[in-house]
């Protein structure tokens, strides 16, 4: 069992486990929205910005969860 860090060290950095998370979030909620805005599909939400958001704090909490906190 490893224990959870409690910071990352990027060169030199220390940065904070959520930190990371969320820059893995939001990376990841921009990828799908323009995957989702090229193939014409972001047309069936009612509000495209709040979906953005919405997956990022998914996108967070998962890498949050699954891979930081593993």
């Known amino acids: 069992m490893t224990p959870i ?25 921009v990828v799908t929205a323009r995957l989702l805005n090229r193939y014409r599909l972001s047309r069936y939400l009612f509000y495209p ?10 996108y967070t909490v998962l890498f949050g969860t699954f891979i930081i906190g593993a």
């Open 49 to 58: 910005p709040l979906v953005l958001l919405a997956m990022m704090i998914i």
């Open 5 to 29: 860090p409690h910071e990352f060290a990027i060169g030199g950095v220390y940065m904070p486990p959520l930190l990371v998370a969320g820059l893995f979030g939001i990376i990841a909620a």
